[in-house]
């Protein structure tokens, strides 16, 4: 357990009287300043970014690529869906992804054109391995003559390229990071949940024009799983970025558990300058879930075991990987499809297909819209 200290004098960030509620898209710039933007509600995110498209692409031709990736997008999307042959699934749901990811590429301006592009990705067995147990996907960096999708979607999404050599993901490394479906891979793998909720993240300022995060946890949350302050500060990621401060704040009867960034942003104008920055930080290390109910979007961090670090993804890319996976298998090797369902991960198999790929049009379509795009909730 990490001892906690006194946390910064500060008080939460306003936007004209207005606390700002965590987001990956909490604010919006105007010609001015930044101002507070409330989520969407649809049951139609196609339509969402079919129209951010219209919006922001200004480029007639590019316009014209982007919405017909798109429009293929959504037919694979739906004929995944109208499918009653589990195999057939991945396959569809994974050219869906891909089509969305080469129109988010455009939008982003990662890339003019996809008229001769290559996945990025290539599935393998570890030499004597066993199939899935010891599959990996190994993805490919982009260059300016050759466009890796997977890698130009890194891009558009703000992270990173690929190293020159590319990246080895694990399969069995990488299943445990989904976070629909989790709880059914920790049965099969029998190992402990290693996403924990976020209880709250408030943007926190001072006097002296810094601008800082307070990430929140229940304690029972960690207790229940036996995981201590230290280890959650360090297989989140979160080692040095955040250090646990004195709270006495109860929720559910137990005590919650607060964590301060230790550095700071500074800002010169407003503070509201400096949260889009401030979020960019923290997003590599949180997973988010689109639900129908208030508050409509969950937030948590993933405990990933210091031997499987290598193999992480950010949410939408560990996604699209997995279901790169997914799809080649059932394309070329489906006997070992059929194999899988029946054995102890097909359960996880099946939820994934069957849950995933709506929270990732929603997670995408928020990334398209720069704005919080939510499932309209259900009226009776």
């Known amino acids: 357990m990490t001892n906690s200290v006194a946390g910064r004098p500060g008080e939460i960030v306003t936007i004209k009287g207005r606390s700002i509620p965590f987001s990956f898209h909490p604010v919006t710039r105007s010609t001015r300043r930044y101002g507070l933007q409330s989520r969407i509600f649809s049951t139609n995110p196609w339509g969402i ?4 498209i219209e919006d922001e692409i200004h480029d007639a031709k590019h316009k014209i690529q982007a919405l017909s990736f798109l429009e293929q997008a959504e037919n694979f999307y739906n004929s995944a869906k109208l499918s009653t042959i589990v195999a057939a699934k991945p396959l569809l749901f994974y050219y869906c992804f891909l089509n969305i990811a080469k129109s988010f590429c455009i939008k982003a301006g990662v890339r003019a054109s996809y008229e001769k592009a290559k996945h990025g990705l290539q599935e393998e067995v570890h030499p004597g391995g066993k199939e899935f147990d010891d599959s990996f996907v190994k993805a490919f960096k982009a260059k300016p003559n050759v ?35 989790h709880r059914v891979w920790c049965d099969a793998a029998d190992q402990r949940e290693r996403f924990v909720e976020i209880y709250d993240i408030s943007f926190m300022k001072n006097d002296s024009k810094k601008i800082r995060l307070n990430i929140s946890f229940v304690s029972e949350d960690l207790t229940r799983f036996g995981i201590t302050h230290k280890q959650l500060l360090d297989q989140a990621g979160l080692k040095g970025k955040f250090r646990r401060i004195h709270c006495t704040e109860v929720c559910r009867g137990s005590r919650i558990i607060r964590f301060e960034q230790i550095i700071p942003m500074a800002f010169t104008g407003r503070s509201a300058d400096k949260i889009r920055d401030i979020v960019e930080y923290i997003k590599p290390y949180i997973w988010s879930t689109a639900t129908i109910i208030h508050p409509y979007r969950k937030h948590y961090v993933y405990l990933c075991p210091a031997s499987e670090v290598a193999s992480m993804a950010p949410q939408i890319l560990s996604v699209y990987a997995y279901f790169y996976y997914l799809g080649s298998l059932t394309r070329y090797k489906p006997y070992h499809f059929d194999q899988l369902l029946s054995g102890r991960f097909g359960g996880h198999i099946q939820e994934v297909i069957s849950n995933i790929p709506q929270q990732f049009l929603y997670l995408i379509a928020s990334e398209f819209s720069d704005r919080e795009i939510a499932h309209a909730p259900i009226v009776l």
């Open 147 to 181: 466009a890796n999708i997977f890698d130009d979607l890194r891009k558009a999404l703000r992270r990173p390229s690929l190293p020159g050599g590319g990246r080895v993901y694990d399969l069995k490394y990488l299943a445990p990071q989904l976070l629909q479906g």
């Open 49 to 52: 970014i079919r129209q951010s």
